[in-house]
């Protein structure tokens, strides 16, 4: 799209235009009235589907709903020549021509519009409150925010080569755990725009949040300062709230991952968003909405095939590796040289998708661990597979490196190969019936972006189980990656980042739609 927008809107602009796009926000986008909420369920429905849900657009030359995600609204949008359609849920305006969400001034200014007409309409809490259609309302200066600006004329200006973010760590004594984690977290891209626009809220003591450091060493990062940081202060409070952290003895950053985002969400329920932290089942504080995924498990009786389904939450998976005690299920057809998920990897290497299959495939828990059928009402043998219900916006794979055993305590250094980008699909529950012993036969539907992912961390370990180092390697900008060691930042190449070792992984949703 050129710097001026979307050219195309200009022959939606004809005649009463501005009252049509009124009746659809009012009508089919907020529902301020009950009477139109119930018009929106009966009326918004895919015109070929059926289905309310896979992000509804209707089409704004026409009365057409569509799919986006099945490409519904795409395929009605190339036949009629239809270039421009809303989103139902959230407002925004597609453009098929520039495939991508456009900006329009007059267009935006009547969506605002009629948003505020709805919120008073339901007497819901005014901006930065959670409101209809979107998690967070959109962030406007105030007389004194504009007045402010005005009299601080200097900006920084982002560019390609910009090396804001990027700040050292002081090693405070073996806290390289730490550090490792915490440059993957400080750039992780909607974490970091949480904290970046001031949306915590603590009911704790400041000094005693963990969320609230976490918010001042965003600041900090940020900041452009370039002189290394010192994070005594988080440091302070992972010993206070992770006690099993505490101490200058030498510990794993999987381990220090999941203790920071487990008082990350406890710390977060002050949030607008966090007050529903109390119910296991149902939370939507910052972590869970970025971290959280649903784990399925499928337990198959083997006499009558009925079928027992549980469905955990998950903040990351931990996927065994060759070489290590447990058998490793053969490596896929793809291990002999061909590109397998995006990744091209040498003969014979084990991939990050090699891992992923693993996990998933079907496991016969054998006569030693019967459970009991409800269909059978009887101990019988089973098999019990593992898929993706539910991914999270950021996935963490924790390679499993470090073997403790009753008999042996040992680091595994099988190298793993993985892509700079990866499809969770063929992990997915949904994408069981396509699969044969644990092989994923074909792609579900090879136009759906839903579930491609985009590496953006990795965390790295050398040496032996008894002494060693962590670092990482961050993504700064799309194709710019930096190696994290303690307090030294320096650029890497896609090729360090892809023959390293690798302990955890991070990867982001390529394709957010709005998903917070």
């Known amino acids: 799209m050129s710097p001026a927008g979307c050219s195309h809107v200009n022959g939606f602009k004809v005649d009463n235009w501005k009252q049509n796009l009124r009746v659809i926000y009012q009508c089919f986008v907020w529902s301020g009235s009950a009477e139109t909420r119930k018009r929106k369920a009966k009326s918004c429905i895919c015109h070929l589907c059926g289905a309310h849900l896979n992000r509804l657009h209707s089409c704004l030359h026409c009365v057409f709903f569509g799919c986006f995600s099945k490409k519904h609204i795409h395929e009605h949008a190339k036949s009629k020549r239809h270039n421009l359609a809303i989103d139902l849920l959230y407002g925004g305006i597609y453009c098929f021509v520039c495939q991508d969400y456009i900006y329009d001034k007059d267009m935006e200014q009547i969506a605002k519009e009629e948003q505020r007409k709805a919120w008073k309409l339901q007497g819901s ?24 600006l005005r009299h601080n ?235 993706m219900k539910r991914l999270p916006i950021v996935a963490c794979f924790h390679l499993k490196r470090f073997e403790h055993s009753a008999k042996l305590r040992r680091k595994i250094t099988t190298y793993v190969s993985f892509p ?45 189980l008894e002494s060693g180092h962590y670092t990482t390697f961050i993504r700064q900008h799309k194709d710019q990656w930096f190696k994290c060691d303690d307090a030294i930042i320096t650029k890497a190449s896609i090729k360090d980042v892809l023959d390293s070792e690798g302990s955890v992984a991070h990867i982001h949703q390529l394709f957010l739609f709005y998903t917070l």
């Open 125 to 148: 809490p005014p901006p930065h409150h959670q409101c209809i259609g979107e998690k967070y309302s959109m962030w406007e200066p105030t007389k004194r925010e504009l007045e402010l």
């Open 420 to 464: 700079l980008e990866l499809d969770m699909t063929p992990f997915m529950a949904s994408s069981k019936e396509s699969r044969m012993n644990g092989q994923y036969l074909q792609p579900v539907d090879s136009l759906n972006n839903d579930n491609k992912y985009s590496l953006f961390a990795v965390v790295n370990h050398q040496g032996t």
């Open 153 to 387: 004329p200097k900006r920084r200006k982002i560019t390609a080569n910009c090396t804001i973010g990027l700040r050292g760590l002081i090693n405070l004594g073996n806290t390289c755990f730490m550090n490792c984690i915490v440059q993957a977290l400080t750039h992780t891209p909607l974490l970091r725009d949480f904290f970046l626009s001031d949306r915590h809220k603590c009911e704790m003591q400041s000094n005693s949040c963990l969320v609230c450091e976490m918010s001042q060493l965003f600041q900090e990062f940020y900041s452009g300062h370039r002189s290394p940081h010192i994070p005594f202060r988080l440091l302070h409070l992972v010993w206070t709230h992770a006690r099993h952290l505490a101490g200058y003895e030498q510990q794993d950053a999987h381990e220090f991952l999941i203790a920071a985002l487990d008082v990350l969400h406890r710390h977060c329920k002050g949030d607008d968003n966090g007050k529903k932290a109390n119910n296991p089942n149902h939370c939507s504080c910052i972590i869970d909405q970025i971290f959280t995924g649903g784990l399925q498990s499928d337990v198959t009786c083997q006499v009558c095939h009925g079928v027992s389904t549980t469905i955990d939450p998950f903040w990351d998976i931990s996927l065994d590796l060759p070489g290590s005690s447990t058998p490793f299920w053969p490596l896929s057809p793809g291990s002999d040289g061909s590109v397998v998920n995006g990744d091209s990897h040498p003969s014979g290497a084990t991939t990050l998708t090699d891992c992923l299959r693993r996990f998933t495939r079907p496991e016969h828990l054998g006569s030693s661990a019967k459970i009991k059928c409800s269909g059978c009402h009887s101990y019988q043998e089973s098999t019990k597979q593992l898929t």
